[in-house]
């Protein structure tokens, strides 16, 4: 299994930031990336700091924000174990963070904030002063790529976990072709709302339809 890295760097600007500008998206390419663009980043007037209870913060009407995802994470350590045969008994997930090529993909994210603290900086009034809440500090004149680089190993976080296993042939005993996917049946809850889905699956699968009341919602 293998995750996104996600982290981002936060601060306040120097003034009121105009809430209706909307966000602006990048994509990077770090220095130390030989193939794709590997850093998507997305920037604007919000705190995402995590998925967790309590987030996300507010710092108030100057907060700004460039968060991002490593689109090309070279870890792909982590998995998902069933702990028994019953279906309702939660399985041990474990992402295994930085465990395999770690160390390089700590350093594109601190390349990533690299180039997009420079971008800050360089706005001038009324983004500057920057005042930076996280990896670094104040005006960050003093943060080292060292001190970002501990900060993303223990800040990091993600939630676009996803399958590394090939899906196998049809004729291979473990392998999983359509042929051999039961076709969904129709449930029909007790209630009057009823759930239809489609027979035939497709790569980008029609949501199902909700009945209630008499009025369909997608």
Known sequence: MAENYEAGVLGLAGDDINLNAGQTGLLLKTPTETGDRNIHAWCGAFALEGFWPGMPNYYGRRQYMCAMAHMQPRSRAGSVRLRSSDPTDTPEINFRFWETGGEEDLRELVDAVNIMRRGFLAAGDPVTPWNELHPCHGDAANCTDEAQL?????QSFGHHATSTCAIGAAARPHGCRRQQVPRPRRQEP?????????????????????????????
């Open 190 to 218: 007790a209630s009057r709302r009823r759930l239809r889905v489609p027979a035939r699956p497709r790569r980008v699968p029609r949501l199902a339809h909700l009945h209630h009341r008499g009025q369909g919602v997608r």
């Open 150 to 154: 501990e900060y993303f190993r223990h």
